[in-house]
Every structure is written in C-alpha cells, then in structure tokens.
C-alpha cells in the first residue's frame, strides 16, 4: 500500500520555466490537496479537489493549476515558474469530510533559479 | 490574520519528562483540532485529534486538551523520547472540512 506518491522529490527550475507536479493515491480518497511550505512556516493550501473533476482554489492558487481527471491522481502546475514558487510542495489525500485526518506525500522540493 | 497560531517555534525538554506544545485559534467555527509531526524529508504524518464537542483526548504518551473559550489547544507528551523530536504542526478545520496549518513547533528531546 503505497499510501500518497509524489514525483519528482526534487527540481531545480529556471525562471518562466514550467513543470507539472505529479501526485497519486491508492486509497480510493475523495478529497485531495496540495499544500507548500516556505522555510518556518506552516502548510499553506494551494488547491483542493473533492471528487474527479471537482477542483477549487486554496489561499494560495496564483501562479498554479490543477486538475482532477480521476479519484487516483491530482497534479500541479506551474506556468512561468518565479523564484516566490521555491519551496516544498506537499500533496495530501482524506477519505472523506468530516472527522479524519489526511494522508501526506514525502514532499517534492522545488528550487526556482 | 492567522488564524491557527503557534507562539513557539522552538521546545526543548529533557528524555523522560513532559512535552507541552500549545496552539491558539481564532476562528470560533472550527470544530475539529489535529496534530501532525514531521521528520526532516518526509511529510507530515497525523498523531492526534479532537473534536470541539471534548475537551480531552487520550492515545498513548500523546493526550490533547482543547478550552474553547480560550480558543486554545495543547499536546502533552509524557513520557518524552529522542525519537519524539520532530516539528508538530497544530491545524484546524470547520464544519470539517479542509485544515489551516500553524507555522510549527520544533521539539527537540534532549537524551
């Protein structure tokens, strides 16, 4: 059980560069999220998705994009990367809402040069 | 305006004795309190919870206390071990739903 899987682990990427942020769970979630966390601070939401084809924005969606074409996968993008977007990026899985806690990825490390 | 504060970014404590990490919110619709811990390189992982209908709940070393007129919730750990070191994030949700993080609290469990 491989739980929430993230690709790449790490990136370096230059400016106005793009790339897409690869995220899948086999748990058979519903609600998925994608999270950043800058150096001390805490987990800010960047997008969320209730259900395939179900998606909205979190307090932080400018510069990204995503899509929910199935239950398994979430991926991000960013389109014309900057170097405000370095950080770590962290996608996360819940079974449902209510009284659950959430399943998270190891992290993808994203440098913007 | 942050909603889900923790005040200190830093404990240490000494193997052995109690760990008490606070977190104070704002938001008087979150109904739903949790705690993550997070190791270097991975992501975070839930440790506990508690709904705003208890003021306790109780698994293992790990008992969380919440006072809702005080907005405000703690971790208490006892006994504390070196493997405990980690940054514990405190988030809440209403109705819920999707979670506001605090910014962390690094423990550091002193052998």
């Known amino acids: 059980n491989a739980g929430v899987t993230q690709t790449p682990k790490f990136r370096i990427l230059k400016i106005g560069q793009s790339m897409t942020l690869q995220c899948a769970q086999d748990?058979?979630?519903?609600?998925m999220y994608w999270y950043r966390q800058d150096p001390g601070m805490g987990l800010k939401l960047i997008y969320y998705s209730v259900g395939a084809g179900i998606t909205d924005k979190g307090e932080v969606p400018n510069g990204y994009n995503v899509s929910r074409s199935t239950t398994e996968d979430f991926p991000l993008r960013l389109e014309l990367a900057a170097p405000s977007q370095t950080s770590v990026y962290f996608c996360a899985s819940r079974g449902h809402q209510g009284f659950t806690e959430a399943f998270f990825g190891q992290g993808t490390r994203l440098t913007v040069v | 305006d942050q909603q889900v504060k923790q005040n200190s970014p830093s404990l240490s404590v000494q193997e052995g004795r109690i760990s008490i990490l606070n977190c104070d919110y704002t938001n008087s619709m979150f109904d739903y309190f949790l705690w993550y811990k997070k190791y270097p390189a991975e992501g975070p992982t839930f440790l506990i919870s508690i709904s705003s209908i208890k003021d306790k709940n109780e698994d293992g070393r790990f008992t969380v206390f919440l006072n809702k007129s005080a907005k405000h919730l703690s971790l208490h750990i006892v006994p504390s071990q070196p493997g405990d070191s980690a940054v514990y994030f405190c988030?809440?949700?209403?109705?819920?739903?999707?979670?506001?993080f605090g910014d962390g609290t690094t423990l550091t469990v002193k052998p």
């Open positions: 748990m058979n979630h519903n609600y």
């Open positions: 988030a809440a949700s209403a109705n819920a739903g999707k979670s506001t």
